[in-house]
Nanobody, 122 residues
Framework: QVQLVESGGALVQAGGSLRLSCAAS????????MGWYRQAPGKERELVAG???????NYVDSVKGRFTISRDNAKNTVYLQMNSLKPEDTAVYYC????????????????WGQGTQVTVSS
């Protein structure tokens, strides 16, 4: 019902910027929340930023003031603008979407992107 295609990951120097994007192709599905998670080597996956359908956002403390999440509901796309990148931001970033299937009487479910590598060199 949902396929997520991520792009934007790259190798960048500390202090640089990147913008990640995630486009959702949906069938018989209504998107609710969207967000970005990341997982660094040897560490647990963590929520980096989330955004509701109405535009309310939340961020992990370590990225506040540097990252900005946004979404385009008409395009079913979520973005993560990352500025002032630090080596500690190095991780695989995963797009996440939840919502409701119109085929299953609006039962809630979630989907994950394939991940995109962000590497910040010191």
């Amino acid at each position: 019902q949902v396929q997520l295609v991520e792009s934007g990951g790259a190798l960048v120097q500390a202090g640089g910027s990147l913008r990640l994007s995630c486009a959702a192709s949906v069938n018989f599905f209504v998107i609710n929340h969207m967000g970005w998670y990341r997982q660094a080597p040897g560490k647990e996956r963590e929520l980096v930023a989330g955004i509701s359908r109405g535009g309310s956002t939340n961020y992990v403390d370590s990225v506040k003031g540097r990252f900005t999440i946004s979404r385009d509901n008409a395009k079913n796309t979520v973005y993560l603008q990352m500025n002032s990148l630090k080596p500690e931001d190095t991780a695989v970033y995963y797009c996440w979407v939840n919502g409701w299937s119109t085929v299953t009487n609006y039962r809630e479910s979630e989907y994950w992107g394939q991940g995109t590598q962000v590497t910040v060199s010191s």
